[in-house]
T-cell receptor, first 114, second 114 residues
Framework: NAGVTQTPKFRVLKTGQSMTLLCAQDMNHEYMYWYRQDPGMGLRLIHYSVGEGTTAKGEVPDGYNVSRLKKQNFLLGLESAAPSQTSVYFC?????????????FGPGTRLTVL | AQSVTQLDSQVPVFEEAPVELRCNYS??????LFWYVQYPNQGLQLLLKYLSGSTLVKGINGFEAEFNKSQTSFHLRKPSVHISDTAEYFCAVRISGGYQKVTFGTGTKLQVIP
């Protein structure tokens, strides 16, 4: 199993450009998440999904949109990139239900917005 | 809402010395607690978790943590560190029941000195 994969690994954008980050998981997890990691701030939840076709806002959703058209994929979009969105983005997934399960993380996407 | 405080942003320690990484949480309801480790340029992976039962939890790579409800703490310990333990460590909390929203601390960088 590949676990959680993220595409691309690195990207440089100019202010105002758009892009989509792709997350894929092969563990049949119901829940998927997008986080951003910034120095001294830990991980902050951007958006999450509790199942195919459903998404919800996290702590810092402004400037981002997401879609979960297939259970195994979770896309994060930036419509008009800003320098404040320079960060490392992590996708994660986990099982659902009453059992408390860990989140499995992808390797991250390092995004720089100039 | 729950919150997590990691008091130390960086902890330098000599190889083979013991280490303790501190984590305090705040919540008005029962919680589940986690420690994750992030090696350079990688995603997070679970070290250990406390759900219920014994307050001393053992994890991978010789780490353990103790849940102290009266002090609302979940400190991570290792009796003898190795160079390979150099990484960033994140404490995380989740309230019991309901959707699995996890709140992460800001992280502690453990630097093991040879």
């Amino acid at each position: 199993n590949a676990g959680v994969t993220q595409t691309p690994k690195f990207r440089v954008l100019k202010t105002g450009q758009s892009m989509t980050l792709l997350c894929a998981q092969d563990m049949n997890h119901e829940y998927m998440y997008w986080y951003r990691q910034d120095p001294g701030m830990g991980l902050r939840l951007i958006h999450y999904s509790v199942g195919e076709g459903t998404t919800a806002k996290g702590e810092v959703p402004d400037g981002y949109n997401v879609s979960r058209l297939k259970k195994q994929n979770f896309l994060l979009g930036l419509e008009s990139a800003a320098p404040s969105q320079t960060s490392v983005y992590f996708c994660a997934s986990s099982y659902s239900g009453t059992k408390v399960n860990e989140q499995f993380f992808g390797p991250g996407t390092r995004l720089t917005v100039l | 809402a729950q919150s997590v405080t990691q008091l130390d942003s960086q902890v330098p320690v000599f190889e083979e010395a013991p280490v303790e990484l501190r984590c305090n949480y705040s919540s008005s309801v029962s919680v589940y607690l986690f420690w994750y480790v992030q090696y350079p340029n990688q995603g997070l992976q679970l070290l250990l978790k406390y759900l219920s039962g014994s307050t001393l939890v053992k994890g991978i790579n010789g780490f353990e943590a103790e849940f102290n409800k009266s002090q609302t703490s979940f400190h991570l310990r290792k009796p003898s560190v190795h160079i390979s333990d150099t990484a960033e460590y994140f404490c995380a909390v989740r309230i019991s029941g309901g959707y699995q929203k996890v709140t992460f601390g800001t992280g502690t960088k453990l630097q093991v000195i040879p």
